[in-house]
């Protein structure tokens, strides 16, 4: 449907005076395209590359370690990044293995006050000639009690900035909102299992409704299907030849004139507002309905997912 069809439409319900103000118009028909896009919401996909880089600690784990009185040291061959997370307070010296078996400091101690908190610490591994090369080692030192979790280095590296190195933990989060502008929710299933791409049924998590967490240690390349915000209209010089389509079905479509009617009357005539509002309602549940009817029934498996 176009928005001139859609002005026609609301002019009919006898709104032609009150449709004198474009603005309103056009504020009335988003709002109205968002609510009846709610019956059925649009799905769209996107692939998220889930890859990232492997820690170089051969006794790396996710499990929390306590330092005391010793120092703990972890070792990798060739690495260009390092993070960890901590709580406490002590020092991290980061260190590579000379010929003579002796270990020289390559950057400055990572000093850490106390804190009841897990903090991130990341920095790359360089001196000033670059990054380094052979044996390298962090080595945790002080004289207080502290926790240690998620100590890694990597050699890839998949960023410019200090903040592009990841931290080690058991899933890495990717919150849909901040990657797809026209994401409304999480389909369901939420991970398209079709050929060409990578397929999880279990391990994985959802966070928020909007948030996919994915195991660190189970990369790949998978489809995420979600359910679309419809495009917002801009505003024209004059709805009556504006031949912008709305972005919804055309069956959901008819619905709107009902809607924009509403929402025009509800300040100045919320009686007869309230009308439209049911005879809504009312035609939305009718459409439901048949849809129902004529859709198989869907059992849900383990996960939850239809």
Request: charged content about 25%; proline content about 7%.
């Amino acid at each position: 449907m176009r928005v001139n069809e859609l002005y026609g439409q609301v002019a009919q319900l006898g709104f032609e005076d009150s449709l004198e103000s474009g603005s309103r118009f056009y504020r009335a028909v988003n709002r109205a395209v968002l609510e009846v896009n709610l019956l059925r919401p649009k799905k769209s996909s996107t692939d998220i590359v889930h890859s990232p880089p492997q820690n170089l600690i051969s006794a790396a784990s996710f499990v929390p370690v306590r330092h005391t009185d010793e120092d703990i040291c972890y070792l990798a061959e060739g690495p260009r990044a390092y993070s960890f997370e901590v709580a406490g307070s002590g020092i991290c010296h980061v260190e590579r293995l000379l010929s003579d078996g002796s270990w020289e400091q390559i950057t400055e101690p990572v000093e850490f006050p106390a804190s009841p908190t897990f903090v991130a610490y990341r920095g790359f591994i360089r001196d000033i000639d670059g990054f380094v090369s052979g044996t390298v080692r962090l080595r945790f030192t002080g004289e207080y009690s502290y926790t240690l979790r998620g100590v890694s280095m990597y050699r890839e590296l998949i960023g410019p900035e200090v903040s592009d190195i990841p931290l080690y933990s058991p899933f890495v989060k990717y919150r849909l909102r901040d990657i797809i502008p026209d994401f409304l929710a999480l389909a369901n299933p939420p991970i398209s299992e079709i050929d060409g791409y990578d397929r999880i049924t279990e391990g994985y998590e959802v966070e928020g409704g909007d948030t996919l967490l994915f195991p660190y240690d189970v990369p790949g390349c998978y489809r995420i299907v979600y359910k679309k915000l419809p495009r917002a209209l801009a505003e024209a010089s004059s709805p009556i030849d504006d031949e912008s389509e709305i972005d919804l079905d055309e069956d959901l479509a008819h619905l709107l004139s009902l809607l924009v009617a509403v929402y025009n009357l509800a300040q100045d005539e919320p009686e007869l507002a309230n009308a439209y509002r049911e005879m809504y309602r009312q035609t939305a549940a009718q459409l439901l309905s048949t849809e129902e009817k004529h859709n198989p029934i869907k059992i849900k498996d383990e996960y939850g997912w239809t």
